[in-house]
T-cell receptor, first 112, second 114 residues
């Protein structure tokens, strides 16, 4: 069965420090995409970063990078130089074809 | 600006009163989908559409209907809402259904059914 697991319900980080949000996945399909979304308290779902199963290099988008370890089936999100505006819930999701399968999310709080 | 729009953003209604949540995208995307988000249950797909006039059930379709008469629009219809349909609803769209296609989400609709 396809599944996404996020084991950290909540995390704190000091402003300007880096933080890693964990995500592990399970699928038997060799073709899949991994996505991270941010959901601030206002509720919208904001796409952050994508990693494909055949991509050789880790994805990066500005302060976001994805630490993709295929053998371990993990796709951790790294946020560098945290800002107060990064406080939000973060979802890891996987797509084979069609729907996205989401993890339960991690709430990140950035401390000033 | 490329976007997915939903209306209304907030809605409080009563049991049994039919309602429609509209969704529109301006990115010429083929694939559109509805999700609901509930505490402890995460996001679950309700219905999806791969093209005009092509729709299919997701994981939690009971109590909902959809239609796709135009490529850009994908309304969600609750014929007889019940309190267990109180939730945060998201419309999403992507270029296609492949694993490389990013789904972009609308701003969400917070629905309360009394």
């Amino acid at each position: 069965a396809q599944k996404i697991t996020q084991t950290q319900p909540g995390m704190f980080v000091q402003e300007k420090e880096a933080v890693t949000l964990d995500c592990t996945y399970d699928t038997s399909d060799p073709s899949y995409g991994l996505f991270w979304y941010k959901q601030p308290s206002s509720g919208e779902m904001i796409f952050l970063i994508y990693q494909g199963s055949y991509d050789q290099q880790n994805a990066t988008e500005g302060r976001y990078s994805l630490n993709f370890q295929k053998a371990r089936k993990s796709a951790n999100l790294v946020i560098s130089a945290s800002q107060l505006g990064d406080s939000a819930m973060y979802f890891c999701a996987m797509r084979n074809t069609g729907k996205l399968i989401f993890g339960q999310g991690t709430t990140l709080q950035v401390k000033p | 600006e490329a976007q997915v729009t939903q209306n209304p953003r907030y809605l409080i209604t009563v049991t049994g009163k039919k309602l429609t949540v509209t969704c529109s995208q301006n990115m010429n995307h083929e694939y559109m989908s509805w999700y609901r988000q509930d505490p402890g249950l995460g996001l679950r797909q309700i219905y999806y559409s791969m093209n005009v006039e092509v729709t299919d059930k997701g994981d939690v379709p009971e109590g909902y209907k959809v239609s796709r008469k135009e490529k850009r629009n994908f309304p969600l219809i609750l014929e007889s809402p019940s309190p267990n349909q109180t939730s945060l609803y998201f419309c999403a769209s992507s270029l296609d259904r492949g694993f490389t296609d990013t789904q972009y989400f609308g701003p969400g609709t917070r629905l309360t059914v009394l």
